[in-house]
């Protein structure tokens, strides 16, 4: 509501005033940008920070992770029952996992594409994405643009600039 306040006791009746309210305008853009700089910079030395104390806490976590796999895979296989792909412990489980088969193309996607087409596998095996080109739709006239679906459109829209020397 108090924005909407503020906004209705403006009022702007002639070039003096506009003057004036495009210098407050400036002097708000400043302020609202060195808060949001304020803020970045607090939020870049909180995650600074954050991440100089995780570093090490990662650092022996992974050393941790490296290890119980290497455990699992040799010494620690004899107690995974038969067959048995995961292990209960008493604080977790360990397990082996499958990742869903993935393609991975060995040559080059050229050569792989020729070859695709020399087998007759275009169709199902090589993906080709339709668009419209809207740059190339700008030469044509209106009549041609409706014609085929589209029109062009063009908004005149309310902008303004402030004269950051003028501001301060």
Same mark, same amino acid.
């Given at each position: 509501?108090? %924005?909407?306040?503020?906004?209705?006791? &403006?009022?702007?009746?002639?070039?003096?005033? =506009? !003057?004036? =309210?495009?210098?407050?305008?400036?002097?708000?853009? !400043?302020?609202?940008?060195?808060?949001?700089?304020?803020?970045?910079?607090?939020?870049?030395?909180?995650?600074?920070?954050?991440? %100089?104390?995780?570093?090490?806490?990662?650092?022996?976590?992974?050393?941790?992770?490296?290890?119980?796999?290497?455990?699992?895979?040799?010494?620690?296989?004899?107690?995974?029952?038969?067959?048995?792909?995961?292990?209960?412990?008493? *604080?977790?489980?360990?397990? *082996?996992?499958?990742?869903?088969?993935?393609?991975?193309? &060995?040559?080059?996607?050229?050569?792989?594409?020729?070859?695709?087409?020399?087998?007759?596998?275009?169709?199902?095996? &090589?993906?080709?994405?339709?668009?419209?080109?809207?740059?190339?739709?700008? %030469?044509?006239?209106?009549?041609?643009?409706?014609?085929?679906?589209?029109?062009?459109?063009?908004?005149?829209? *309310?902008?303004? !600039?402030? *004269?950051?020397?003028?501001?301060?």
């Amino acid at each position: 509501m108090k %924005a909407s306040k503020d906004a209705q006791a &403006i009022q702007i009746k002639d070039r003096e005033a =506009a !003057d004036r =309210a495009l210098k407050e305008m400036g002097r708000l853009e !400043d302020q609202i940008a060195q808060i949001q700089a304020k803020a970045s910079e607090d939020s870049r030395m909180i995650l600074g920070d954050a991440d %100089a104390r995780a570093k090490p806490l990662l650092k022996r976590l992974d050393a941790h992770e490296k290890e119980m796999e290497r455990w699992a895979k040799n010494e620690g296989a004899e107690h995974f029952e038969h067959g048995s792909r995961s292990l209960a412990l008493t *604080f977790g489980r360990l397990y *082996f996992h499958l990742s869903p088969p993935a393609i991975r193309l &060995i040559r080059s996607v050229e050569y792989v594409l020729e070859r695709l087409r020399a087998r007759k596998m275009s169709a199902t095996c &090589i993906r080709v994405k339709e668009e419209v080109n809207k740059e190339a739709l700008e %030469a044509y006239e209106d009549e041609v643009l409706k014609e085929v679906g589209c029109k062009r459109v063009q908004k005149d829209e *309310f902008r303004y !600039d402030v *004269f950051r020397p003028e501001v301060k």
